[in-house]
T-cell receptor
Framework: EPEVTQTPSHQVTQMGQEVILRCVPI?????FYWYRQILGQKVEFLVS????????KSEIFDDQFSVERPDGSNFTLKIRSTKLEDSAMYFC?????????????FGDGTRLSIL | AQSVTQPDIHITVSEGASLELRCNYS??????LFWYVQSPGQGLQLLLK??????LVQGIKGFEAEFKRSQSSFNLRKPSVHWSDAAEYFC?????????????FGKGTKLSVKP
């Protein structure tokens, strides 16, 4: 069964540094998402992406965050200047359609640790 | 505002016993409802989904859930729990009405299984 793949599985970065988290969504999917899960807390929506532009973003997704689909397969989340509170597990998800009834397929996540 | 409540943070059941995990939602429109499971260090795996029709839905691994509109609930059940079911379970609402399908998650219920 096709999977969403995320790299790296664990990223350790100094505060203030830029970090790029990578995702390869399922090949025929058109809608892409990033979610965040701070340790011990619930999974929170960050951003959705369709047709090479952001469709929706949450309050968490401020100016230090950006997303990009640099080629036909990768979907990246960039944090420009990391803060301690950015430490979390970041999940990428994809789905065929952008309606709420489409199940999202999640990757295994990238654990981001900011020192 | 949309929200999902999972009132039980941690549940412990004996292997072979029945299980019910509670989920309540608050959403003005027709809800699209999902249960995901997260094993330690893993991503989110879809267990089952409800869109419309029969209010009792079957999922993978022997799980089922029942949608009760009058109670705004979507509880997850399994008649006989296996040790491998130990994981964290998340209930989620898929937003409709113009959104791009992002999910609102509950805080999760951690399931422990006693031998």
């Amino acid at each position: 069964e096709p999977e969403v793949t995320q790299t790296p599985s664990h990223q350790v970065t100094q505060m203030g540094q830029e970090v790029i988290l990578r995702c390869v969504p399922i090949s025929n999917h058109l809608y892409f998402y990033w979610y965040r899960q701070i340790l011990g807390q619930k999974v929170e929506f960050l951003v959705s992406f369709y047709n090479n532009e952001i469709s929706e973003k949450s309050e968490i997704f401020d100016d230090q965050f950006s997303v990009e689909r640099p080629d036909g397969s990768n979907f990246t989340l960039k944090i420009r200047s990391t803060k301690l509170e950015d430490s979390a597990m970041y999940f990428c998800a994809s789905t065929v359609g952008g309606f709420g009834n489409q199940p999202q397929h999640f990757g295994d996540g990238t654990r981001l640790s900011i020192l | 505002a949309q929200s999902v409540t999972q009132p039980d943070i941690h549940i412990t059941v004996s292997e072979g016993a029945s299980l019910e995990l509670r989920c309540n939602y608050s959403y003005g429109a027709t809800p699209y409802l999902f249960w995901y499971v997260q094993s330690p260090g893993q991503g989110l795996q879809l267990l089952l989904k409800y869109f419309s029709g029969d209010t009792l839905v079957q999922g993978i691994k022997g799980f089922e859930a029942e949608f009760k509109r009058s109670q705004s609930s979507f509880n997850l059940r399994k008649p006989s729990v296996h040790w491998s079911d130990a994981a964290e379970y998340f209930c989620a609402v898929g937003l409709s009405g113009g959104s791009q399908g992002n999910l609102i998650f509950g805080k999760g219920t951690k399931l422990s299984v006693k031998p």
